[in-house]
């Protein structure tokens, strides 16, 4: 016997966000970009300018995120049968690796300006850090509904590290001022960098790992058998598989071996299986195949069912 089972309502959107917030934040991520780099090139300021690129790496993450979400919409078709929730591990991955290139330059540039410091204008670092924390401040508190799905959580990471660096800046421009350190620039230029390729190389593991196949991160194969095992009239069970397909969207396939009974009887145990694995790991999508005792396990996976106490 082969049957799968589908929560409805464990396919619902994860986050209340639409499109259109992507593209407002989008269009005002444009405006600081320029915004800093007229600042940063008048400012002489290589943290602004660092700035600057970091902010404008967000326009294509952005516009990948806000494709993404179009297509996460879309229904499953012949083409393909699961629909298209991967596309926002996709994008996350894309905006990963665009991360830790740029990290890299900056950490280039800002070693670069290390051996030649360059005096910066303080007024123009503040000014326009202000701004950009404003809009940075902005993006992130869009965001934070939508921390549950990896696509929009590599956007809310990126910002809310945008926002923490708009507040160096600010605190660089006031140590430049006091104490004529220019070197204070190109270091803050060189943490802002780290700071983003430390974010990006989680996300690049978190996204890499969805898209092989990996078992979802806090679910052990072993619980979830033991759950299965748990439930009454079953026997053995093998060939467990977990999955994610996309934000909150967990799929688990295994063979189950139950007595030889009348299909109602089975039908109560697959019931009691789904259940199980819907409350204990948010699974709601599960394909369970039954065999019948006697038949020789199909996987080197096996965990049997515990035998009864024996009597004295």
Not at 5 to 12: D, I, R, T, V
Not at 188 to 195: N, R, S, V, W
Request: charge should be negative; aromatic fraction near 8%.
């Amino acid at each position: 016997m082969h049957d799968h089972h589908h929560h409805e309502h464990g396919h619902a959107h994860s986050h209340s966000l639409g499109p259109a917030t992507l593209a407002w934040a989008m269009a005002a991520t444009l405006a600081l970009v320029v915004a800093e780099f007229f600042g940063g090139f008048l400012g002489h300021s290589v943290a602004l300018l660092n700035d600057a690129v970091h902010n404008l790496s967000d326009v294509p993450a952005l516009g990948i995120s806000w494709l993404a979400m179009r297509w996460a919409q879309r229904p499953a078709d012949e083409e393909k049968t699961y629909g298209y929730h991967r596309a926002g591990i996709l994008a996350a991955f894309t905006n990963a690796v665009l991360l830790i290139l740029l990290s890299l330059w900056l950490a280039y540039e800002a070693f670069e300006r290390l051996r030649a410091p360059v005096h910066v204008v303080e007024s123009w670092m503040v000014w326009t850090s202000l701004a950009a924390l404003a809009v940075n401040a902005g993006i992130t508190l869009s965001l934070v509904r939508g921390r549950h799905d990896l696509n929009l959580r590599s956007l809310l990471v990126h910002n809310f590290g945008d926002a923490l660096s708009n507040v160096a800046i600010l605190a660089a421009a006031f140590l430049i001022h006091r104490t004529g350190a220019q070197w204070i620039d190109p270091l803050l230029g060189l943490a802002i960098g780290a700071l983003v390729l430390w974010s990006s190389v989680g996300i690049l593991r978190e996204s890499a790992h969805i898209l092989l196949e990996g078992r979802p991160y806090g679910t052990e194969v072993a619980g979830v058998a033991q759950a299965i095992l748990a439930v009454p009239g079953v026997q053995e069970v093998h060939d467990i598989h977990i999955w994610t397909l996309g934000a909150n969207h967990t799929l688990l396939s295994c063979h189950v071996r139950i007595p030889d009974m009348h299909m109602d009887e089975s039908e109560r145990i697959l019931r009691a299986i789904q259940d199980a694995l819907h409350h204990q790991f948010s699974i709601h999508h599960s394909t369970v195949q039954f065999e019948r005792a006697g038949l020789p396990a199909q996987s080197s996976y096996v965990m049997p069912a515990p035998l009864p106490p024996r009597r004295n």
